[in-house]
């Protein structure tokens, strides 16, 4: 666990929103991606508060925070952002893979973000991000299979690269790559990736949408085809929005923000100095 301090917020729904707390500075709101908990992202949220009081949310289904619910989706989510946004007067916010499409919904229309920075956020485009391989991996965790689950995921998302290994393969390798206590967690938070990532789909090809973020947005991406199909995506999504900016880390992969951060603080720190407003905000 985070040694981060901790604060809770009432959404607007009534579920409680823990989030973790550190530095001091002009506020910026972190959104962690799925099968991410809050403590993931410390390290980030560390080299961000050299110059920012950060606020790293437990989003729902996670940690201190309330279920998911009944009516999950991605306005929830979003109410959990304003709830925070609105304790602690943050004008910044950056997000990571589905952390990053909530971060982008947030700042749609919401004059309250001065600047949005993503790394590689869950926006679908044209099927950019698949989400065929939803009923097998629900009907799995319904039978208890959740490790089966979480293969499907890892090949449903991913079909270009992960997809083509065999999932005999694929479960020898997953098995010793990844750290017992984090595989774990990937396997717990299987129902709530499968509900975050029908949102994904949901919100497939409303790229429109996003030329109602007024904000500075920095849209960051890590190694990979530039051709790809996600890549293509992202490039639609830079332009549609009025006031975007690109940057690409060659030798980080999609985890880097938990792994690796230095890169992505350093470009983060840079373009939220460039846009932040100066003045008083309310406190965490």
Known sequence: MSDLATQVVTSADGTSVEYLIAGRGPHVIVVPGALAV??????????????????VVQRRGRGGSGPQGDRYG???????????????????????SFGGLVALRAACGNTGFDAVAVYEPGVSADGSIPVDWIDRARREISEGADFESFITFVRGV????????????????????IPRAELRQNLALMPQAISEHVEVGRFDGR??????????????????????????????????IPRSETATFRTLDHFAPEKKPGEIADAILRFFAAHARTGTQIGG
């Not at 999932?167 to 020898?172: A, Y």
């Open 74 to 96: 991605i306005a929830r989510e979003c109410e959990d952002i304003e709830a925070v946004r609105a304790r602690t007067g943050a004008r910044l916010i950056f997000g990571h």
């Open 158 to 177: 991913n079909p270009e690269q992960s997809g083509r290994v065999p999932r005999w393969l694929l479960r020898i390798i997953l098995r010793h790559a």
């Open 207 to 240: 790229l429109a949408d996003y030329r109602e973020i007024a904000a500075a947005t920095l849209i960051m991406s890590g190694k990979g085809r530039d051709t790809g199909r996600q890549a293509v995506a992202l490039t639609r999504l830079a332009g549609t």
């Open 38 to 55: 809050a403590s993931d992202l410390t390290a980030l949220a560390r080299l961000l508060a050299a110059r920012h009081t950060v606020h």
